[in-house]
């Protein structure tokens, strides 16, 4: 760890000084490297939807919109930035590992936001030791190696490191800080709307109530009033700016606002009531930090400082826990049915890391030695349990082969008629997306469902239609009703239990693909699909917005950042060494 520093006449173990963000770095190349490269999160559950997404972009960069699913719907409905990104990368290495390549970049990104994140609270040396942590973070690998939430890792680095910009603008009014702070903004909300709506407000709030708080500390000298006037502006300049780069998106939101029949979701459930999701959803993402939340509570209410950022964490805390309390659905009231909350818990835990590092710290000079490896320990054994429990708890089955089936619908002008799966999943559904150019009825990503027969009904998926009980089979029923309607000719059956249903319906087995595991059925008479009128086609201005726009925040935040480099914090005191002809001794841990 290099030499070590000398304070006083006396050697400072390294233990004792902040870990470089540079080491760090390399522990999250050699943590992550290695399971990104085995494309462990090739299996997870929307890895394949966010695929499906840049697979567009690939092909038709400035038309968002996507035939493939649910007979047509536009992209501008969902936050363009990381399919961007995969888009761009693939055309060199190809979908699987370019989204490999920026889901490691969402992982390098987050010990970095979290780090200059803590540094508001804490020390240099208890944000380094917050920031090991985060790449350790089991609610990090639970939404990276089983959940796939790339949108969500990746949105919540990019507001990390622009909040304190926020900060320092609203102490010390410098503009630079106001100018890279609006665009890391505006590249986090191009990368994911939900992390808009809600974790920016859970993160930035208890930043400008510090900034309040810090108004006259080190060489700041300003007035509460002066605070959040400034805080004030850069809201309002950051609503601009978002809404110029996701205007497509609001533009789609208007034409069609969320009015479907809410879908099921098991991180909204009682945890108390449903152990085996409160294992899922809290207990795994959490691991050994819910060892630390006693320390939370505590350093949270003792110090004024503290108080905002522990609050903001007591909140999303209670949000991660899902329909456990009565407070989510009091605060959100029909959003309640809409909102998944597995990753308040992830925002929850960013939020608690540097009450986390500030712990590390004080068990270090206490314990030396001994703390260091019982944390390391359990750091480990935290994600070692996320990356494994799909192994333990699997969501869904993705262990077949789809090639044979985008082979038959792309040949012989099978991809003139529409087509459904039963019984893939939806990560298999949208494997079959990327790899065929027929279009489909079905469809992965909710907010997209405008068909009727699918948004009068709690169903998700018309794949997965059983799981949904009678709302899943009765979409599934009037879809099979219109079939005619839509042009829907082919359907892949995986799973007998629909079977009596399409032959009841007029459908017949005609192949089977995978030794006999997927059946193909087919019905006579049906007319070629055409066009439908659902959903509104974004324009040729709108496609050359979102082409540019979101991607382009992205590309301006990594210019600023070499531009206008950080200037280094000197408020801590610098020990330099000491000219001494003595034998140095170490320093005992205190």
């Known amino acids: 760890m290099g030499s070590p520093t000398i304070v006083s006449g006396r050697y400072a173990p390294p233990s ?84 490999m390549l920026v889901q490691f970049i969402a992982i390098a990104l987050l010990p970095i936001g979290v780090f200059r994140y803590a540094r508001i609270w804490v020390s240099e040396r208890a944000a380094s030791y917050a920031a090991v942590a985060s790449v350790l973070l089991g609610s990090l690998s639970f939404l990276v190696y089983n959940a796939g939430q790339l949108s969500t890792t990746l949105a919540a680095p990019l507001y990390l490191n622009a909040l304190p910009y926020l900060y320092e603008w609203s102490r010390d009014a410098k503009g630079r800080a106001l100018i890279k702070g609006l665009v890391l903004i ?39 009033a002066g605070v959040i006037s400034r805080a004030a502006v850069f809201t309002v300049l950051a609503l601009v700016g978002i809404g110029l780069v996701l205007l497509p998106w609001f533009i789609a939101f208007y034409h069609n606002p969320i009015k479907q029949m809410p879908i099921p979701h098991a991180s909204r459930y ?39 950022l522990f609050l903001g964490f007591w909140l999303t805390l209670i949000f991660g826990l899902g329909g456990t309390t009565p407070l989510p659905r009091i605060l959100l009231g029909r959003a309640f049915e809409v909102v998944t909350f597995e990753r308040f818990t992830f925002w ?35 994600m070692s349990m996320a990356v494994a429990w799909p192994q333990y708890h699997p969501t869904h089955e993705s262990k077949f082969d789809v090639q044979e089936m985008a082979s038959f619908l792309n040949r012989d002008g099978h991809d003139k008629y529409r087509y459904i799966t039963l019984g893939f999943g939806a990560d298999k559904m949208d494997e079959l997306s990327i790899l065929t150019n027929a279009s489909s009825v079905d469809g992965d990503y909710n907010s997209a469902r405008l068909l009727p027969e699918m948004t009068a009904y709690g169903g998700g998926q018309l794949t997965n239609s059983k799981y949904y009980g009678t709302n899943g089979m009765e979409a599934l029923r009037a879809i099979l ?103 140095p001794i170490l320093r005992e841990a205190r």
């Open 16 to 99: 004792s000084r902040a870990v470089p963000l540079t080491w760090i770095l390399l522990l999250a190349l050699a943590v992550h490297g290695p399971l990104l490269l085995m494309q462990l999160p090739n299996g997870t559950y929307d890895a394949n939807l966010h695929k499906f997404f840049a697979s567009n972009y690939a092909q038709h960069w400035f038309n968002p919109w996507n035939e493939k699913q649910f007979t047509g719907f536009s992209e501008t409905t969902y936050p363009p930035l990381e399919h961007q990104w995969i888009a761009l990368f693939s055309h060199v290495m190809g979908l699987n590992l370019a989204y």
């Open 186 to 224: 505006c590249a986090a909300a191009a990368a994911h709307h939900v992390t808009l709506i809600f974790g920016s407000v859970l993160f930035a709030l208890p930043v400008i109530a510090t900034a309040v708080i810090d108004r006259k500390r080190e060489d700041a000298d300003s007035s509460s």
């Open 270 to 308: 009682n945890y108390l009531e449903n152990i085996e999701w409160g294992l899922n959803y809290w207990v795994i993402p959490w691991g050994a930090m819910m060892l630390a939340l006693p320390f939370i509570f505590f350093r949270g209410f003792r110090e004024k400082r503290f108080v905002p």
């Open 348 to 382: 929850a835990t960013l939020i608690a890391l540097p009450f986390v590092g500030l712990l590390a710290m004080q068990l270090i000079d206490r314990y030396g030695r001994k703390a260091m490896v019982v944390m390391g320990a359990l750091a480990v054994l935290s």
């Open 481 to 583: 009703k219109h079939a005619d309607q839509y042009g829907l000719k082919y359907i892949f059956v995986r799973d007998i239990y629909y079977e009596p249903l399409v032959a009841f319906a007029g459908w017949r087995k005609t192949e089977t693909y995978n030794h006999g595991d997927v059946s193909l059925w087919v019905k006579e008479g049906i007319p070629p699909a055409h066009p439908t009128d659902f959903g509104v086609r974004p324009t040729a201005m709108e496609g050359l917005l979102w082409g540019t726009l979101p991607i382009g925040s992205s590309i301006l935040a990594l210019i600023l950042f070499f531009l206008l480099p950080d200037r280094r914090r000197t408020t801590e005191t610098i020990e330099f060494p000491l000219v001494t002809t003595e034998q």
